[in-house]
């Protein structure tokens, strides 16, 4: 029995018997002679069937012709034949003579999307929009970032974690909750993981990572929100400041960075024509106050009632620091404590900021990352100024009161650093199956 080769595979393989399968992309069937381009997971091929014709000049039937005949665009098919290495072939110099085909499954021919599909239709019939090469290299993309990520990981002694996604009560925040419902009483989505990343602290265990999923019912209709989506977290301990987290975050984002472009820099190039720039390190960190005062001189004013910086002025700030740094990330630090969560660290010298950050990457956020408060006194006096009560955090505050180290940690959306990375327009091209306030399937 013939071994199925992968397509890529083909242009190394030496002339002669070959076996290969994938789905028809297109057929010409011609007089003389049928072509048909078959693709796979890793390229396309060339698939000749030159006709027979008899002395009286007509057509010899044979299966393959036949079958060649009924082929419709989508259609699975295993063939084999001979391996001619042609360099007149402009499909990767490659062509394969049939002798055989066999349909594992013929496609209806009405295709429902096109080209020119609008996103909305492409979601619809998303497992066929993956089928074009452009979109397909997103996810081998994201399996090299992640993977990068966990080699960082790995290679530096953190522990991964898998936290619940089911809560007995909110994660961060009584908004933006899922409740579902639970026996004979509720529970909600997590919203993130960072009650039990900081509980890892407690433990022990010093350095945690997880990528997993997190909800939020947020009725938000632009194009980097969704209500499911894959958060990457990390938490260290015995931190000075977030300055640790942050060093660690721009250190993980260059390895990430440097896999991707080893591996698929030049498939970017070809068909996302983007030249993919690996970060170099040190990021540029510039306090939130001072972005703001950068943003204004660009002649923009931050209309917010609140302390932080809105997405135009996100944009601002990352062309300054474009244009000044040559850089596309860039933290925002010292956000206001009115804006962060209670258990981010206030300043030593100024309790109305916090050791935290944004990070911005080419003109849009994608991660919040900060120092923890480890003092449990400190925590409930905190939680009591956003309206908290002790009480109702007891289960968290218990880890507190048994001895935690100083930490910190982040959480980044996936798809936002891929769709940012690509320069795509919507996360929901970098998410596999998107999930949005009006949308459950497929």
């Known amino acids: ?61 044979s299966d393959v012709s ?30 394969i003579k049939l002798a055989f085909i066999e349909v594992a499954s013929l496609a209806i021919p009405e295709t429902p999307i096109a080209d020119d599909s609008g996103i909305d239709k492409r979601m619809d019939w998303r497992f066929l929009d993956l089928r074009v090469p452009k979109n397909a290299l997103i996810f081998k993309i994201q399996t090299t970032l992640l993977h990068a990520l966990r080699t960082y990981w790995v290679e530096h002694d953190f522990i991964e974690i898998m936290t619940p996604k089911l809560m007995a009560s909110a994660s961060e925040s009584k908004a933006e909750l899922f409740r579902v419902e639970y026996f004979e009483g509720s529970a909600f989505l997590s919203q993130s993981p960072q009650f039990f990343k900081q509980m890892a602290q407690s433990a022990g265990f010093g350095k945690i990572f997880e990528v997993g999923p997190a909800f939020r019912a947020d009725p938000s209709f632009t194009s980097r929100h969704a209500t499911e989506f894959t958060s990457v977290d990390t938490e260290i301990s015995w931190i000075d400041s977030h300055e640790d987290v942050m060093k660690l975050h ?54 917010r009632a609140d302390d932080d910086m809105d997405p135009e002025g996100e944009r601002q700030i990352s062309a300054y620091v474009k244009e000044t740094y040559d850089h596309d990330f860039v933290f925002l630090t010292d956000y206001a404590s009115s804006i962060r969560p209670f258990y981010h660290k206030r300043h030593d010298d100024d309790a109305s900021l916090t050791n935290s950050y944004d990070l911005i990457f080419n003109g849009t956020e994608i991660s919040t990352g900060a120092q923890r408060e480890h003092r449990v006194e400190v925590l409930e006096e905190q939680a009591r100024s956003k309206g908290l009560e002790p009480e109702e955090l007891s289960g968290y505050l218990d880890f507190f009161r048994y001895g935690v ?32 306030p009006t949308r459950l399937e497929p």
Do not use: C
């Open 250 to 303: 721009e250190e993980l984002l260059q390895a990430a960075f440097q896999a991707v472009a080893d591996k698929h820099g030049a498939a970017i190039k070809e068909l996302f024509d983007i030249d993919l720039v690996v970060p170099t390190v040190p990021f540029p960190r510039i306090p939130l106050a001072e972005a703001k005062e950068i943003v204004a001189s660009r002649g923009y004013e931050v209309p």
């Open 66 to 95: 036949t079958t060649i005949s009924s082929l419709s665009q989508g259609s699975f098919l295993s063939v084999q034949g001979e391996l001619k290495h042609d360099e007149r072939v402009k499909l990767g110099g490659v062509e």
């Open 1 to 61: 029995m013939t071994t199925r080769t992968l397509i890529s595979d083909l242009a190394a393989s030496t002339d002669g018997p070959v076996q290969v399968s994938g789905w028809v992309e297109t057929v010409r069937d011609q007089k003389k002679v049928q072509f048909v381009v078959l693709r796979d997971e890793s390229g396309a091929v060339q698939l000749v069937n030159p006709r027979t014709f008899g002395e009286d000049s007509t057509e010899v039937a």
């Open 405 to 436: 180290p100083a930490h910190g940690g982040f959480g980044m959306g996936l798809a936002r650093v891929l769709m940012l990375m690509l320069h795509l327009p919507n996360l929901r091209e970098t998410t596999y199956l998107f999930r949005g």
